[in-house]
C-alpha cells in the first residue's frame, strides 16, 4: 500500500518533468520554470536524473510487493512459513540503499560547491532585504543605491503581473558572471529566482554570497522565499537582463560610473 502510494507520488512528478516549462510564472504552470543559468541548469539535470531514479526504484518495489503478495496468498500457503530472517537478503536490500546513496552524494556535493563558490565575477551586487521591499547596491559602479517596491494593484498598468512586478527592477547584464553579497537590514529573508536557481537567505548581520550568469535578455522574477512579516508575500523580486551596452547606458542613467576596463 505505501509502495503504491509513492508510486501515485512519483508517477505524476515523473509526468511533469516531461512537460515543457515555462520562462516566466504562467497561470496553471506546471514544473520548474526554465533555466537561464550555468547553476540553474546543472540543478535541473541533477533533479531530473533524481526523478527517473525515484521511479524506478518505486517500480521496484511496487513489483516486488505485487510478486509476494500473489506468492505466498493464503490460499496457496495453508501453513504459513515461520521464516523472520535471512541475512544474504537483508545485506542486499539494505547495501543496495547504502551504494544508490553514495552514488547521489558525488554529484550532489559537486553541485552545491558550483553552487556556492563564486568564480571570478565582473563586478557586485548588494542585495539587502527589508520588511517589505529590496534594497541593491551597485558597489562597483560608483555605489549608487537603490529600493525596489512591489507595485500596487490599483496602480497596475496593462500586461504586468499582479503580486511580482516592482517599480524599480535590479538590471544586470546577460553574458556576465555576477556576484551577490545578500544580507538583511531586519528579519530573515531569502532572495529567490526560480529560473536561475537562485534561492539565498538574506541574515542581518551576516553576509552571504552566491553567483549567476544570465543567458538571455528578458524579465525574470522570483519572490522572497522566508516568512518575513505581513509584508512577506509582498517583496517580489524582478530582474530585467539587458545587453551588457544597454547595462552601461542605464548605469549611466542612474548615475553611476562604469568601470574603464572590464574585469
Ligand atoms: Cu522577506
Excluded at 21 to 50: E, K, M, N, T, Y
Excluded at 57 to 77: D, E, Q
Excluded at 153 to 177: A, F, H, I, M, S
Aim: a neutral charge.
Amino acid at each position: 500500500m505505501r509502495s503504491f502510494l509513492f508510486l501515485l507520488l512519483a508517477l505524476p512528478l515523473f509526468l511533469l518533468t516531461a512537460l515543457p516549462s515555462f520562462a516566466a510564472p504562467q497561470p496553471w504552470g506546471l514544473s520548474l520554470q526554465d533555466a537561464f543559468s550555468p547553476v540553474a541548469h546543472r540543478i535541473h539535470d541533477f533533479h531530473h536524473a533524481l526523478i527517473y531514479l525515484i521511479f524506478f526504484i518505486t517500480l521496484l518495489v511496487l513489483g516486488l510487493l505485487l510478486y509476494v503478495t500473489w506468492r505466498f496468498r493464503a490460499s496457496k500457503n495453508p501453513v504459513p512459513s515461520k521464516t523472520s530472517h535471512n541475512t544474504m537478503l537483508e545485506v542486499i536490500w539494505t547495501g543496495i540503499p547504502v551504494l544508490i546513496l553514495v552514488a547521489i552524494v558525488v554529484p550532489s556535493m559537486r553541485l552545491l560547491y558550483f553552487t556556492d563558490v563564486a568564480p571570478d565575477t565582473a563586478f557586485t551586487v548588494k542585495v539587502t532585504g527589508h520588511q517589505w521591499y529590496w534594497q541593491y547596491d551597485y558597489p562597483d559602479h560608483g555605489g549608487f543605491t537603490f529600493d525596489s517596491y512591489m507595485i500596487e494593484e490599483k496602480d497596475l498598468k496593462p500586461g504586468q503581473k499582479r503580486l511580482l512586478d516592482v517599480d524599480n527592477p535590479l538590471v544586470l547584464p546577460v553574458g556576465t558572471k555576477i556576484k551577490f553579497i545578500l544580507t538583511s537590514a531586519d528579519v530573515i529573508h531569502s532572495w529567490a529566482m526560480p529560473s536561475l536557481a537562485i534561492k539565498t537567505d538574506t541574515i542581518p548581520g551576516r553576509l552571504n554570497e552566491t553567483w549567476t550568469r544570465i543567458e538571455k535578455e528578458g524579465m525574470y522574477y522570483g519572490q522572497c522565499s522566508e516568512i518575513c512579516g505581513v509584508g512577506h508575500a509582498f517583496m517580489p523580486i524582478v530582474i530585467k537582463a539587458v545587453s551588457p551596452e544597454a547595462f552601461d547606458l542605464w548605469i549611466q542613467e542612474k548615475g553611476g560610473k562604469v568601470p574603464q576596463k572590464a574585469l
